[in-house]
Structure formats: structure tokens, C-alpha cells
């Protein structure tokens, strides 16, 4: 269905070239605009004048969005078909995709003959080849018809914006970790994450009251954890009193080093993270980093930028457009829709989740928004790391997992038999779980663990098919009720629960927009499939809940009192 004439739709904040060499904002209907998505170049200005358009191009924007074009829709039939005018050093065209902005988001077109809107159950995108009559996939006047070009290397490989830095399953966090620590930020760490084989690396950066960028942060969980003794001055940090720090003993680097190491790399990508700033915080780190960088092009376009909030892209772009950005969602699921719409409007090529947030759905989803998907951050858990890439993530952010490690883990997760334990949920609580296994109703055996509450562990292995149920509750409580179970199992060093919306995640992670909540298993239900590591073992915990008054029981037995 159409959606009604919108006349506030994003406009391009490039300036478009026309013809006779003046200057335009993108139109926001009756135009075909052809994206870069990754070009290295574009030559629609001679393309145009071949054909007798009057169409408009530049090649100053940003992210996929930095080789842009526009062709006027007329009568004449030939702007009424794709033109290609884009050139790429390393890929050859496939083609396009079309997408059209409605009110609130995007449409994509698809093999179907409609619109759909990015969904994990859309349609595969119908693939637009140059020379197609495209003019009435849409009602143009009422919408500009959008095309995104689609890249392909000579291995077969996706060359779209972003893929230098997408096409490495891992990135090395904080430049890697190091000696079995994490958030170094440091030479050595990053030299250590090279000899490990990592290829794209996350580095932090902070801003010194004297307007000097440092590599790493000094905030006290930080601190607590790299060995440095925090003190409540450090919120006026001088560039001297930074580079003074010795993070886990070493040396702390500023930005102009990691410009050398950028520069004496030209094989690696970095993602930049100057955390949540805005306005002139923001700007003026940019303006550093340009600096210290020597604007030196190429090895500003293999950094990849990332922003928390819109105003924050919108900030940073508006002292550089970087050739490469990426979104943070953090906590804010509820908005990833808007998001995403975001990153179309403006050409930002990627989002950054949680790991435990990345389930199919979700990622098939964004990727279908036209979006890349960054997972983070797993610590050492190589198996889940598997497990994350195999939902369609296309790079997981860690600490300690190695390429090398990742590729012997492959396997390891998935539909895999696990174990099921059985906790009290309180150290006051009995059982008759010693009882059924003397008497050989069940196998397994009963144990206090540290927090004094009692496990019985289930000696047999599940076959985690979804058909097999949990064994019969036999916990007491004195003054509660059985109220059901929530499953606990342990991923990467940290306590995860299963939520209903069949996600895992850490109490923390539970208070996203919205929040999500554990689910709760009843007596002897089954359990459904689960992708886990072999052998993975999942604690049930008992909750318990108030006995509830007996309503009515005077009223019952006696009758109600007379007046």
C-alpha cells in the first residue's frame, strides 16, 4: 500500500553536481538515485550526457553513501532504465537493489513483484541489472526509486561498503588481549593479537583535557582492572599524566602512534570507539584524529567509525565524512527499526549488538535492512563464538578468541546432547531426589554446591530434540510454593538465562528497551532445542513463591456472618 506524500524526507546533506556545474540537495521524489555501496569511484556525469539526462552526481558523501547520482524520470525512455556509472577497483557490479523510503522506513523490492518491509521472513531482494526499465516499481512521484549497488570480488565474496572490515570473523578487542588480560590498548597487545593472526582490530580512544588523543581509558572499572590505581582527578587528565599510565606494566600509546601502526599496516582495519560523546566533545576529537592521522586518506578509509546516537554520526560527519560507520544498538532494542533506518538515510554500513542479542531472527533482519552485524564482546569461548557467526553474524568482537582457536572450534556448537541439573534455589530447602535414586526411579547423584543450596545432576544426556522432559520436581520449602524453574547455563565465563524470547542473557543484559524476562519452566515440561556447546550443562533453578491465603475459606466452612 502507498503511503502518503511525506515532504520531510532525509535529504542527502551533500550537495549534488548537475550538469552545467552547479549545485542541488538531493530531490526526495521523481528521481532514480543510484548508491555506491562500497564504489571506488563513479562516472554517471559522462554516463548522463551519453544518454541526454540531465542527472546530477558527486562523489563527496559519506559511508555507502559516498559516490551518489540522481536521474530525472521523464518521458523519455531512456531514464526510465538502471544505469550503471559506478566503477570499483577490486569487484565487479552484480547489479542493484531497489529500495523506496516510505513515511517511517524502508521498502525493499523484491522477487515477488512487491515491496516488503526488512523482516526476518522477507522475500530475497529481486536483483536490478543495468538496462531494466525501473521507472514503474514505484510511483515516482510520489518517491525517489533508490538503487544500492551490489559488489562482487573475484573469490565470490560480497564487495559492498564495509566488507574490508566485515570479511574478518573476528576483531581484537581494546587491540587484543594479552597475557590472559583484556582492555589493553596498547603496542603490545596489538603486537601480540598479530602473531595470533587477528586482522582488524578495536582500539579505544580518549581525550585529554590538553586535547591530545590516547589510546585506552582511564575510568575506575578500568583502572581496577588494568592495574592502575584510580584517583577522582583523573576526569582532568593531561595528555603528560596519560602517557604516564602503565596499563598491565606497559606503555600507553596516543593516536599519532596509532596512525604509524595504521600506516605500516596498509592489510589491517581498525574500528574507532570514542565512546558516547556529542557536540564539540566529539567534534574536537575528530579534528585531533585528522590531525595526528596527517589526513592521510588512506588510512582514514580503513578506519571504521563508530557512533552511539544519531546526533553523534551526525557530528562526527560534519567535521569528516569517514568512508566507513557503524551504529552502536546497545541496550536499545526497541529502536532497531529506527536505527536501521537511520544507517539507510545516511549511509552508515553496520550495527553493533550484544552477542547474546544476535539470534537469527535479529540478524537476518538487519541484514536484510541492508545492514552488516557486529557482535560483541566474547571473551575466551570459542565454541560460542561459532555459535554466534553461525546465526549470520558477520564479525565477533573478543578478547582471547584467536583465529586459530575459532577454527578448532568449529563444530562444537549447535543442536549438541547437554546435561541437566536441578537446584534447590535456596540452601533451606529439602529433597527427596536421594530417595528416587535409591530406589532406582532416576539416576544421577545429590550435592550441597558452595552457595549451600543442594543439586541433584541428572545422569543421563538429553538429546536436545525438544521432546524430552524435565524430571518430576522433588524440592520443598518450608512456608513457599513451587512456582516453576528458570534455566541457568553457563556461557563464556558468565551466568545466562533463558528468556522468552528465546534469547540467553546476564541479569545486565535483561534490562534492555525493552526489558526482557527469564522464562519460566513448569514441573516436567519439556525442554526446547537449544543450541549449546556438547555436554553444556544446563541448571534448572527452583523459584519459589509465597503459599497463597486461603480465600474464602471462613465463608466456606461457616457461611457468611450475619449482620
Known sequence: METEKNENLP???????????????????????YVGNGATSQHYEEEFRNLGIRGMQTSSGSGALRHLAAQPVTVDASSRKAVDGFGHTGAALRGFYARRRTADRWQWYTEKGIWEDASAEMSAKQLILAGDDVADLCDIDRHNLVLDAQWIDPSGSTANC??????????????????????????????????????????????????????????????????????????????????RLKPFGE????????????????????????????????????????????????????????????????????????????????????????????CLDTGIC??????????????????????????????????????????????????????????????????????????????????????????????????????????????????????????KQRFALPGKRFAGWHLRVNLDGEHQWFCTDGTFRTKKVMRTRPPATRYLFSDEEALPVVNSKDGAKFVMVAVWGDVEASTGFWSKWFGRRRS
Open 162 to 243: 564495509g566488507s574490508r572490515m566485515f570479511s574478518n570473523e573476528l576483531m581484537a578487542h581494546a587491540l587484543g588481549g594479552h597475557g590472559g588480560t583484556s582492555n589493553h590498548n596498547t603496542r603490545a597487545a596489538f603486537e601480540s593479537a598479530v602473531e595470533n593472526g587477528y586482522t582488524y582490530f578495536e582500539v579505544d580512544l580518549s581525550y585529554t583535557t590538553d586535547r591530545r588523543l590516547v589510546a585506552g581509558r582511564w575510568t575506575k572499572s578500568v583502572c581496577d582492572l588494568s592495574g592502575i590505581e584510580y584517583s577522582d582527578d583523573f576526569a582532568e587528565m593531561t595528555y603528560e599524566r596519560a602517557m
Open 11 to 33: 535529504k542527502s546533506p551533500v550537495e549534488l553536481i548537475g550538469p552545467d556545474g552547479s549545485t542541488a540537495p538531493m530531490p526526495i521524489r521523481g528521481h532514480i538515485v
Open 350 to 471: 553496520a550495527v553493533a549488538l550484544r552477542w547474546g542479542l544476535a539470534t537469527a531472527d535479529v540478524v537476518s533482519k538487519i541484514k536484510n535492512a541492508g545492514q552488516r552485524v557486529l557482535a560483541y564482546t566474547i571473551s575466551n569461548d570459542s565454541a560460542l563464538a561459532v555459535g554466534v557467526l553461525t546465526t549470520g553474524v558477520d564479525t565477533v568482537c573478543t578478547d582471547h578468541v584467536t583465529p586459530e582457536k575459532l577454527n578448532k572450534s568449529r563444530g562444537r556448537f549447535g543442536q549438541k546432547p547437554f546435561l541437566v541439573y536441578y537446584h534447590s534455589g535456596s540452601p533451606d530447602a529439602s529433597e527427596t531426589y536421594s530417595n528416587a535414586i535409591g530406589n532406582a526411579a532416576i539416576q544421577g547423584d545429590v550435592v550441597k554446591v558452595p552457595s549451600g543450596a543442594t543439586e541433584f545432576r541428572d545422569a543421563r544426556r538429553w538429546a536436545n530434540n525438544g521432546s524430552e522432559t524435565l524430571a
Open 251 to 342: 606503555s600507553m600509546m596516543d593516536a599519532r602512534e596509532l596512525y604509524e601502526i595504521v600506516r605500516e599496516h596498509p592489510e589491517f582495519t581498525f574500528e574507532i570507539d570514542f565512546h558516547k560523546v556529542e557536540g564539540d566533545d566529539v567534534k574536537n576529537r575528530v579534528r585531533s584524529l585528522l590531525e595526528d592521522f596527517h589526513y592521510d586518506e588512506s588510512a582514514l578509509e580503513r578506519l571504521l567509525i563508530q557512533a552511539y546516537t544519531e546526533q553523534m554520526h551526525r557530528d562526527i560527519d560534519s567535521v569528516h565524512h569517514f568512508s566507513h560507520y557503524q551504529f552502536l544498538v546497545g541496550m536499545s532494542m526497541g529502536r532497531l527499526d529506527e536505527i536501521t533506518t537511520y
